[in-house]
């Protein structure tokens, strides 16, 4: 396989926790389930996840990368397999580790919406091939490159969104 068609497979396959990544902001005027995954409790007088890690997102990301796995493992070809269950484990883990981020980060001090460089841009790519490797491991190469293309398209995307004034801030 080729440099280019490994990055390419890479991006492909782990479109399902990328998209799972952004589901819960591309679901923000949607007004249901719309309350907090932690139901306001807090840890050392901190909140545990805080108001924007909601029901209503956690559900959209697992089922956003579900319903792309499930695309693609009708369209898949390819080299690396694909299909509802490896969508749903990479929606999953994209989705808990986000969490697991928003936690650790409300006990250092950081608010939501500021950034923590390293660790927002890798929470997803870690949980979804965490979970997914629980029904497909690609090997180290390949999750590398993962890791690699998906923290570069993170920021790209952040400082486009920046660009057009969808985000308040470029990281």
């Given at each position: ?16 926790a990328?998209?799972?990544n ?59 397999p ?37 660790f927002?841009?890798?929470d ?6 965490l ?41």
């Amino acid at each position: 396989m080729t440099d280019f068609t490994i990055i390419w497979w890479a991006f492909y396959w782990f479109l399902p926790a990328g998209i799972a990544n952004i589901a819960p902001s591309l679901g923000k005027r949607l007004k249901f389930l719309n309350y907090p995954i932690d139901g306001g409790l807090t840890l050392r007088g901190k909140p545990l996840l805080g108001k924007n890690k909601t029901v209503k997102g956690f559900l959209l990301a697992i089922i956003a990368g579900a319903l792309v796995g499930y695309v693609m493992g009708l369209l898949n070809h390819g080299p690396y397999p694909m299909n509802l269950g490896i969508g749903l484990f990479q929606g999953m883990g994209a989705i808990i580790f986000d969490s697991l981020k928003s936690m650790a980060k409300r006990q250092v001090g950081i608010k939501p919406g500021h950034s923590w460089i390293g660790f927002d841009q890798t929470d997803f790519i870690i949980g979804g091939l965490l979970f997914a490797s629980v029904l497909y491991w690609p090997g180290w190469t390949f999750a590398l490159s993962v890791l690699a293309i998906y923290v570069l398209l993170h920021l790209v995307m952040n400082l486009i969104g920046y660009l057009v004034g969808w985000n308040k801030r470029a990281i």
